[in-house]
């Protein structure tokens, strides 16, 4: 599966932005999807994550309460809502598939290019 996140840009704190994802293939719905996040100068870290028919999901602590994953298998997309933005939320987010859902970087072994977010103080 190809992956190819959108919707990145420069908000400011306390806003609202949505990240899409849209995978080829017609095999999307097989697959667990997570949002990954890398700042600079640091590793890249587990955001959310939402299993294969969206009835289950994981949030990091940090984002718990402000991101939203959802999946919209019939347009082969998953979704990030991100709410009350915070500076420390700036980084490159990447869209990835795997087989397991799992909160594991190394459960996912299909990635997007990724989006830059940047939120002003």
């Known amino acids: 599966v190809q992956l190819q996140a959108s919707g990145g840009g420069l908000v400011q704190a306390g806003d609202s932005l949505g990240l899409s994802c849209a995978a080829s293939?017609?095999?999307?719905?097989?697959?667990?999807m997570g949002w990954f996040r890398q700042a600079p100068g640091k590793e890249r870290e587990f955001v959310t994550s939402?299993?294969?028919?969206?009835?289950?999901?994981y949030y990091a602590d940090s984002v718990k309460g402000r991101f939203t994953i959802s999946r919209d298998n019939a347009k082969n997309t998953v979704y990030l809502q991100m709410n009350s933005l915070k500076p420390e939320d700036t980084a490159v987010y990447y869209c990835?598939?795997?087989?397991?859902?799992?909160?594991?970087?190394?459960?996912?072994?299909?990635w997007g290019q990724g989006t830059l977010v940047t939120v002003s103080s």
């Open positions: 990835a598939a795997g087989v397991v859902h799992t909160t594991n970087i190394r459960g996912y072994g299909y």
């Open positions: 293939g017609r095999t999307f719905s097989r697959f667990a």
């Open positions: 939402i299993n294969w028919n969206g009835d289950s999901t």
